[in-house]
């Protein structure tokens, strides 16, 4: 992936921090408008043999932002349920070998920047956040880790119970809870910061007692 990438990528998680969202959610676009330009020319140019037995070293570039929204402005304007939104994006502070891991990246910011605008827009965010859900649904196919899966998931669940569709919540937070139950590494802290797990925890929880989604 490009420097360029990179690039508009850190350029435009800095306008997700200042909560810029209109010209954060046009910066990303651009982003991953860039990053489907760059894999049609990859698949069009004559690919070199691999090393090492047929596998390239692959490293991790990316690393967390701060949460983008304070605890306290987590939920959604219209609900009436305060729930915790993973509110983190991806910084890219370098190169990587994996070619799935950057797009997925991009494309889980993309869908994070129109998530956490549509909580500004009350009862006028639903189509947000259906664009947000067909986004996190698209970083889902490129081929994620099972970190950024897990969050992705997370988000997807929330969307769904904001939509009324609590059978969805449930099976995207069942996959979360066999994943923390079989002691999935890459889910648990250092790898995803330690308040962020135990939030997602009280989420998967609170959000599929049958109460809770009776009374949304």
Not at 13 to 39: G, H, I, P, S, W
Not at 114 to 134: F, N, T, Y
Not at 142 to 159: C, E, F, K, T, Y
Not at 198 to 205: A, D, E, I, R, T
């Amino acid at each position: 992936m490009s420097q360029a990438v990179i690039e508009l990528n850190n350029r435009a998680l800095t306008l997700l921090q200042d909560q810029n969202y209109t010209q954060a959610v046009l910066a990303l676009k651009d982003t991953f408008r860039l990053v489907v330009t760059e894999a049609r020319q990859r698949r069009d140019q004559p690919q070199e043999r691999p090393r090492n037995n047929g596998r390239l070293p692959t490293f991790s570039a990316l690393t967390w932002t701060d949460p983008l929204v304070p605890r306290d402005e987590h939920h959604n304007a219209s609900s009436n349920c305060d729930y915790y939104v993973f509110t983190r994006a991806f910084i890219v502070r370098g190169q990587t070998m994996d070619e799935a891991e950057l797009p997925t990246a991009v494309l889980y910011n993309f869908a994070l920047s129109i998530h956490l605008h549509s909580l500004r827009r009350g009862a006028q965010g639903r189509s947000l956040q259906k664009k947000a859900l067909e986004l996190y649904e698209q970083a889902l196919n490129v081929r994620p880790n099972s970190m950024i899966q897990a969050v992705v998931l997370h988000n997807i669940g929330l969307i769904h119970y904001e939509l009324g569709q609590y059978e969805q919540t449930r099976a995207c937070f069942q996959w979360l809870e066999n994943a923390v139950a079989t002691g999935r590494e890459d889910i648990h802290p250092p790898k995803l910061p330690n308040e962020d797990y135990q939030h997602v925890l009280l989420n998967v929880k609170y959000l599929t007692e049958p109460s809770v989604a009776g009374a949304a």
